[in-house]
Nanobody
Framework: QLQLVESGGGVVQPGGSLRLSCATS????????IGWFRQAPGAQREGISC????????YYRDSVKGRFTISRDTAKNMVYLQMNSLKPEDTAVYYC????????????????WGQGTQVTVSS
């Protein structure tokens, strides 16, 4: 069974940067699409980015395009989310998740989830 563990969250000022990491084990990134999701208090979980299993194609939610970059290291079974120009509205718990094959940012389609890491953007 695939396991995912997020790290790298924290408190950052507006305009700052953070890099989230998602360590995976029990499977290969060439089989699983990895998505990043976030959930703010009182809000629904939303997909923000994913990286496709077979060819590494990347996809982004409009609100993070140009600011966030998803990447992966298949040799290390790691997926990253580089977040730049952070805004207060980016404050949320961030999760990585995995689904076999398909590239999607629909959360209920994902089968495996990490425990989440808190990102707080505040001055």
């Amino acid at each position: 069974q695939l396991q995912l563990v997020e790290s790298g969250g924290g408190v950052v000022q507006p305009g700052g940067s953070l890099r989230l990491s998602c360590a995976t084990s029990g499977g290969t990134l060439n089989y699983y699409t990895i998505g990043w999701f976030r959930q703010a208090p009182g809000a629904q979980r939303e997909g923000i980015s994913c990286i496709r299993s077979d060819d590494g194609s990347t996809y982004y939610r409009d609100s993070v395009k140009g600011r966030f970059t998803i990447s992966r290291d298949t040799a290390k079974n790691m997926v990253y989310l580089q977040m730049n120009s952070l805004k207060p509205e980016d404050t949320a718990v961030y999760y990585c998740a995995a689904v076999p094959g398909r590239a999607t940012m629909i959360s209920y389609l994902y089968e495996y989830w990490g425990q989440g890491t808190q990102v707080t953007v505040s001055s």
